[in-house]
């Protein structure tokens, strides 16, 4: 079954720190996996977009990581800022004969606290 | 620049009434999609379209019929609500980088 697994469910760090969420999939075929950001009350907004070839993508002070082999990915947030606190949801998508399918995990809710 | 916009943002419902949610874009995006977004759970997706009088049935499609009569108007109906509804709905479209972009949300209450 094509799952999108994150952990943690939610976090709490302090202002400045540095803090990882990880994403685990099971989908396949893969195409593409993104991160995208929802602040409370808004839509997604996507961070990053990696295909099976890149292993790492930076947007601003988000770096996200992608391992194909062990089907891992990782979003890293560094010198945080309370603006950041919102959920961050992982999403797989299918390969493009299985209709391009975007997979959601449930999200990990970041709260930075000053 | 809207991007994609949707009404009504809140709406209370009575179990069996209808309604429509209209979902807009101005991006000229072919593709269009509703999802909807339940606690502990990934967005799910309910219908989708891939152009102008085309609509396509996604994982969750039982209740809901959608209508895309413009291109650039997505449109998601409830014919009878029931309290299982009550959920949180996006609209989303897809730009030819295959990047998402998501209107706000609707907030839909079904009592």
């Known amino acids: 079954k094509n799952q999108v697994e994150q952990s943690p469910q939610s976090l709490i760090i302090l202002e400045g720190k540095n803090c990882t969420l990880q994403?685990?999939?099971?989908?396949?075929?893969?195409?593409?996996l993104r991160w995208y950001k929802q602040d409370t009350g808004r839509g997604p907004v996507s961070l990053t977009i990696m295909t099976f070839s890149e292993n790492t993508k930076s947007n601003g002070r988000y770096t996200a990581t992608l391992d194909a082999d062990t089907k891992q990915s990782s979003l890293h947030i560094t010198a945080s800022q309370l603006s950041d606190s919102a959920s961050y949801i992982c999403?797989?998508?299918?390969?493009?004969?299985?209709?391009?399918?975007?997979?959601f995990g449930q999200g990990t809710e970041l709260s930075v606290k000053p | 620049n809207a991007g994609v916009t949707q009404t009504p943002k809140f709406r209370v419902l009575k179990t069996g009434q209808s309604m429509t949610l209209l979902c807009a874009q101005d991006?000229?995006?072919?593709?269009m999609y509703w999802y909807r977004q339940d606690p502990g759970m990934g967005l799910r997706l309910i219908h989708y379209?891939?152009?102008?009088?085309?609509?396509a049935k996604g994982e969750v499609p039982d209740g809901y019929n959608v209508s895309r009569l413009k291109k650039q108007n997505f449109l998601l109906g409830l014919e009878s609500a029931a309290p299982s509804q009550t959920s949180v709905y996006f609209c989303?479209?897809?730009?030819?980088?295959?990047?998402?972009?998501f209107g706000e949300g609707s907030w839909l209450t079904v009592v």
């Open positions: 994403c685990n999939y099971t989908v396949s075929p893969f195409s593409n």
């Open positions: 379209s891939v152009g102008e009088g085309t609509t």
């Open positions: 991006m000229n995006h072919e593709y």
């Open positions: 999403v797989v998508r299918l390969g493009y004969n299985q209709g391009g399918k975007l997979i």
């Open positions: 989303a479209s897809k730009s030819l980088r295959n990047t998402i972009y």
